[in-house]
């Protein structure tokens, strides 16, 4: 059976990995650091996360050169798949991205203004490489807006018909943020989450709010997610990716753990 | 001495830097004439078949592939290199003819049971022919990573190794003497992958 996949995330500001509350911005100062990217990587790897995403959260071109050195590093020393995000704008960096080692891009505010650019990325290195990233926030109990440069500009999208419409464009993974949760610890927002996953025929990967494991296990359940994303709760240490994977395969959820044959789910 | 297909796959990077840290000597070959002394051939993929196909054939390393595979030499295929083995695939209607060293052709899951496509992520390899050498240490039912839309039909089950089940159960490893190929990305698969790999770079130092 396909396991759900547990996927770190780690924001890269400045070549260090960094964590905001709310969508904190770089340059407000409004984040913490955790560490090197390259070590925390290692790390993960060695708990058994499934996947790693990194987001260049500040995407200068000083930044974008970071990044692609810190992509190196990992992929030299971690044979497990690996996904880039954040100042991506043009096929051109998606392919610098990939050849420093990244198996999958993920675009956002760049796809909204140029939709096409999924359509592009997808006909050069396949649907699997491009995964294009949501931001939602809920407007109305039964509406939820797309927003895009990080959370800050209304783009007067839905979000379930963007997300099918990225799909049609070649998008072959989702990945959906909620604003209202981000940073919150407060729980994936369920409802978008499972709305969207319903809606298209790729995987859908939740993000922002897990405080607490029961939250990976709703998302991924009552949500509907296929994999989970999240920063904090492995960044302060409070649980290992091996952790969540017990509490999941507790659960009935089917999950990858290591040095067993069989899946997790009991 | 591996040669390792260079036709612009995607993961050529990954598979190279895989088989450098399981400590085989590879050479990178964009033509037929870096095949000669090799002592093995492998085939990356990720993408289209027909992108690869046709990439081969430009760099006319699509007869010297068959050849040296004819040859009898170690041979490993990996995802789209384990589809190019067959005849022909449903991909995008293709028209492109493949290896043809299996018969069989290439088909697409059918979504039965609601399943996503492509499959994304880490599902298990059931070892249904446990001998085989790629599998040496790997415990069965171990996962590894798959990213993929379609999936290779041998005519001949007694090739298939390992299966999986995504909706339907589907060889996702086949043997055949010296020829192995994989549905998987074991570059992508953390311990048990370059346990794979590693088993693959002494199968080949092994056959003297």
Known sequence: MLAKRIIPCLDVHDGQVTRGVKFGRAEAGELRNVGDPVALALEYNRQGADEMVFYDITASAHERRTMVEVIEQVASQCFMPLTVGGGIRRVEDMHRMLRAGADKVSINSAALATPDLIRAGAERFGSQCIVVSIDARRVAPDRWEVFSHGGRKPTGLEAVAWARRAVDLGAGEIVLNSIDADGTKAGYDLEITRRVSEAVGVPVVASGGAGRLEHLADVLLTGKADAVLAASIFHFGEFTVADVKEFLAARGVPVRRLGTGSAGAT | ?208
Not at chain 2, 2 to 15: E, F, H, K, T
Request: proline letters at 4%; aromatic letters at 12%.
């Open chain 2, 1 to 208: 001495m591996i040669a390792l297909i260079d036709y612009g796959a995607g993961n050529l990077r990954s598979v190279h830097k895989a088989l450098l840290h399981v400590g085989a000597s590879v050479r990178l070959a964009k033509e037929a004439a870096e095949l000669r002394d090799a002592k093995a051939v492998v085939l990356p993929g990720v993408g289209a078949f027909d992108d690869c196909i046709n990439a081969l054939r430009r760099q006319e390393l699509l007869a010297a592939v068959r050849d040296f595979i004819h040859g009898g030499a170690p041979f490993l295929g990996i995802c789209v290199g384990y589809q190019a083995l067959f005849e022909a695939s449903d991909e995008f209607n293709s028209s492109s003819a493949g290896l043809g060293v299996f018969a069989g052709r290439v088909v697409r899951f059918s979504g039965v049971g609601g399943c996503k496509v492509p499959q994304i992520g880490w599902n298990e390899v059931s070892q249904t022919r446990p001998e085989c050498p790629l599998f040496r240490g790997v415990p069965d039912g171990s996962h590894f990573y798959f990213v993929h839309s379609y999936y290779p039909r041998p005519a001949d089950t007694s090739i298939i190794a390992g299966q999986t089940t995504y909706g339907e159960t589907f060889a996702s490893a086949v043997w055949r003497n010296n020829v192995f190929a994989t549905q998987f990305h074991p570059e992508k698969s953390q311990e048990v992958g370059l346990r794979l790999l590693r088993n693959f770079v002494e199968f080949v130092s092994n056959r003297r």
